[in-house]
């Protein structure tokens, strides 16, 4: 099953790609899946929990805490920088 995750502010800068698909059940699968493919967000994952310079959003209508929540086939995390604004 393969989520997509969009990347925003400086993790897109980091990766060097606005979105990947990656194959996972769990949100921490998707996040591993996205630091294996992309070497600039190496420090995503610190301790087995999200780094705390990003948030995470799931389809961009709540924030995910909780690494090991199962996804939808289909569903998208949007990948940002904490201080990231509007």
Avoid: I, K, Q, W
């Avoid at 099953?1 to 969009?6: D, I, L, P, Q, R």
């Avoid at 606005?18 to 301790?47: K, Y």
């Avoid at 995470?56 to 904490?82: H, I, K, N």
């Amino acid at each position: 099953m393969s989520v997509t995750v969009e990347l925003f502010a400086m993790a897109r800068a980091r990766a060097g790609r606005a979105e990947l698909a990656v194959p996972a059940r769990t949100v921490r699968e998707a996040l591993e899946g996205v630091a294996a493919a992309c070497p600039g967000l190496a420090g995503l994952l610190v301790g087995g929990c999200l780094s705390p310079h990003y948030l995470l959003s799931l389809d961009g209508e709540r924030f995910v805490a909780d690494l090991d929540e199962p996804l939808p086939s289909g569903a998208r995390l949007v990948l940002m920088s904490a201080d990231a604004g509007g």
